[in-house]
């Protein structure tokens, strides 16, 4: 998962709104990210790319430093290829001698097939080349005429989840999947024109009128599912590059990814996830005397469950408290390699033995993939002089591997999907992480949740979600990747 943004601004600079962007949707990625800004004065296009997050990508380089009103910024998680400073992006190409710059969030599933159709003797191909890199490199090999018709040439050969944008003389182009697996949104500051991974964004990036009101960027829409989204030097244009499929939205987008503050299909993230908290109480309630959130993605969940269970005439207090999490310490499913994700859980979170001590607990998250957080946490409550610990999960099993957006997929091929290898069997899983019951939200449950706070006119319904990771269905297909 990533988060990309692009800006068309009237008259400043759009290095910093990029940058400020992409540092608040650092959860989406962190392991490279940086700017590609095109400067129509001089012509050319300026850029700065890192590994890091973006405060150690722009150490000691200012943002403000980047000439140009238009731009692209990604932050990046990687999918496919490797964490390293040829993978991070924007990538940079050349088509009919003129450079772009192209960020993705999503994942291609015929990334194999695609190097395939192109001639292999390409600076942008070699063993450990991402889907993006590919697909820049696509570009690079079209005779079409311009741009827009390369893309226009390229984008039906992609199979599986993407958003693109694309920077390419003085033009933005945003290109969404057919399915519309993951969030894409265009909002507006006056006349300048922004794009986003995630609708908070919009709410970052304020600025000074000149007379001194502040202006806030507000949501306009969705980039809709097949639709290509072009603005900059010759204003703004609409098409689509496709028909749009069946909406299939990343429903682990809701569950986890989406930052609590944003709103996608008219739903806004935290009362959707207290909803399933709400669900998650009456389907899997449990005698005890605290109730403590993971945080932080489990911490609105947590509420909508103490909420549901002092109705339901439980006695149990929430204690958010009671495990610590430093705000030093990030989202540990964005480091890229196993060996880190265990080391920064061992910094992770502590407890505060004082709320703990001889007290039932039940422990809220909002899911359980590998194990190793919910075994970690369930370790610190038992030092911490837990009497039970019971967990529950405010989503179904996590069974199968993500390929359209989530490194899942090498957890799947060395058994690392703790619900897959134990079948499923909830007894089985909380025997293994070592608590005295565990409990999930069921699938019907997840999706009403969502559907119960939308706003009106939404047009999210019961059919409109990916949930393969619960089910095993893949709307685009798997590609290559092998699904037992």
Known sequence: MCGIVGVVNESREAGP??????????????????????????????????????AQVFMGKSAASLRGKIGIGHVRYSNTGSS????????IGFFRGKEFACGHNGNLVNTKALMNEC?????????????????????????????????????PKLEGAFCFLFLCDGNLYAARDPYGFHPF??????????????????????????SRVERSAEFERDISPGELFIAGRFGEYSMMWSEPKNLKFDIFEYIYFLRPDSKVYGVRVELARRMMGRYLAEEQPAEADIIVPVRSSGSAASRGYAERMREMGYLCKEEPEGL????????????PFQEIREEYLRLK????????????????????????????????????????VHVRISCPPYMWPDIYG??????????????LTLMGDAAAIAKSIGVDSLGYLSLEK????????????????MDSFYDGVFTKKYPAGTGDYIIR
Request: one cysteine or more; proline letters at 3%; hydrophobic letters at 40%.
């Open 185 to 210: 949104q265009l909002g507006r500051r006056g006349r300048d024109c922004i794009l986003a991974s995630e609708s908070m964004v919009f709410d970052h990036l304020s600025i000074e009128s000149p």
């Open 324 to 335: 610590f999490r430093p705000n030093v310490v990030g989202r540990v499913w964005v480091e």
């Open 84 to 91: 390293s400073l040829k993978n991070a992006q924007p990538v």
């Open 17 to 54: 709104d990029i940058f400020f962007a992409c540092t608040e949707m650092q959860h989406r990625g962190k392991e490279s990210g940086g700017i590609a800004v095109f400067d129509e004065e001089a012509g050319y296009m300026d850029k700065h790319i890192g590994m890091g997050d973006m």
């Open 119 to 155: 001639s292999m003797v390409n600076r942008f191909f070699d063993s450990d080349c991402s889907d993006t890199r590919v697909v820049a490199g696509m570009i690079s090999q079209s005779r079409a005429a311009s741009f827009k018709e390369a893309l226009l040439e390229v984008l």
């Open 406 to 419: 989530n490194d899942t997929y090498k957890d799947y091929q060395n058994d690392r999907l703790v619900a």
């Open 446 to 461: 997840t999706k009403r949740a969502i559907l119960d706070v939308k706003e009106p006119g939404s047009i999210l319904d």
């Open 349 to 388: 979170f502590n407890i505060i033995p004082e709320l703990i001590d001889g007290r039932d607990v039940i422990v809220v998250d909002d899911s359980i993939v590998r194990g190793n957080t919910i075994k970690r946490i369930v370790k610190l409550m038992r030092q911490g002089g837990a009497r039970k």
